[in-house]
Nanobody, 123 residues
Framework: QVQLVESGGGLVQAGGSLRLSCAASGRTFSSYGMGWFRQAPGKEREFVAAISWSGGSTYYTDSVKGRFTISRDNAKNTVYLQMNSVTPEDKAVYYC????????????????WGQGTQVTVSS
C-alpha cells in the first residue's frame, strides 16, 4: 500500500511558477512509475507528466512541454512537478499517482492516487 500526499498548490499569476510535491509513504517508492494528472471543473482527468522508477525517462503532454518538469527524489520518496510560465488553462486540481507496472499516460495503469492539490492561475 502506498499513500500519496500532494502539496504546493495555490494561487499563481499567469506567467509565474509553482512547484508541486508529492510525498509517498512506503519503502518501495523507488519501484513505482509516477505520474501527474489534472482535472479542471467540468472536464475529464487529463494526463500531465510521468516519470519512470529511476527518473531516467519522462513524458509530457504536448500542452506542458517546455514549461513543466517532472522529477523525483527516491531518497526522499517524493516526486515533483515544476510548473513554469503557467497560463489560465493550467488551472485545475493536480493529482499525483503511482503505478506498480510502468509509467504511463493512461490513468488506468495507476494504482494509487493522492487527494489532489488546487492550482489557480490569475490572469
Amino acid at each position: 500500500q502506498v499513500q500519496l500526499v500532494e502539496s504546493g498548490g495555490g494561487l499563481v499569476q499567469a506567467g509565474g511558477s509553482l512547484r508541486l510535491s508529492c510525498a509517498a509513504s512506503g519503502r518501495t517508492f523507488s519501484s513505482y512509475g509516477m505520474g501527474w494528472f489534472r482535472q479542471a471543473p467540468g472536464k475529464e482527468r487529463e494526463f500531465v507528466a510521468a516519470i519512470s522508477w529511476s527518473g531516467g525517462s519522462t513524458y509530457y503532454t504536448d500542452s506542458v512541454k517546455g514549461r513543466f518538469t517532472i522529477s523525483r527524489d527516491n531518497a526522499k520518496n517524493t516526486v515533483y512537478l515544476q510548473m513554469n510560465s503557467v497560463t489560465p488553462e493550467d488551472k485545475a486540481v493536480y493529482y499525483c499517482a503511482a503505478s506498480v507496472s510502468a509509467y504511463s499516460i493512461d490513468y488506468h495503469y495507476y494504482n494509487y492516487w493522492g487527494q489532489g492539490t488546487q492550482v489557480t492561475v490569475s490572469s
